[in-house]
Nanobody
Framework: QVQLVESGGGLVQPGGSLRLSCAAS????????ISWFRQAPGKEREGVSC????????NYADSVKGRFTISRDSTKNTVYLQMNSLKPEDTAVYYC????????????????WGQGTQVTVSS
């Protein structure tokens, strides 16, 4: 069964860091653009970051630029989201999604989704 599994979420104080991982089972992520989305209670799902198949092209939401870094490790079949200088407004469930394309897109165009991992930023 094709699965994406996120890990690395948790509770962190403002200014702290977390690294989220998105691992795939039953398929290789090599041919997929991977995005991270997040959804806070009462809010719409929003795109956070995306990386293309080679890792040579990335993009970020304005709200996380300079604080978050997306990367991929093909040897581990995993994509990471390094989150630094976390703020309370980063609190949300974070999802990774895979799209069989070299290009990122809106969330409706992704083939596979993980179950989500909770990130809570609070003192």
């Amino acid at each position: 069964q094709v699965q994406l599994v996120e890990s690395g979420g948790g509770l962190v104080q403002p200014g702290g860091s977390l690294r989220l991982s998105c691992a795939a089972s039953e398929f290789t992520l090599t041919y997929y653009a991977i995005s991270w989305f997040r959804q806070a209670p009462g809010k719409e799902r929003e795109g956070v970051s995306c990386i293309n198949t080679s890792g040579g092209r990335t993009n970020y939401a304005d709200s996380v630029k300079g604080r978050f870094t997306i990367s991929r490790d093909s040897t581990k079949n995993t994509v990471y989201l390094q989150m630094n200088s976390l703020k309370p407004e980063d609190t949300a469930v974070y999802y990774c999604a895979a799209r069989r394309s070299d290009y990122c897109s809106g969330y409706k165009r992704y083939n596979y989704w993980g179950q989500g991992t909770q990130v809570t930023v609070s003192s």
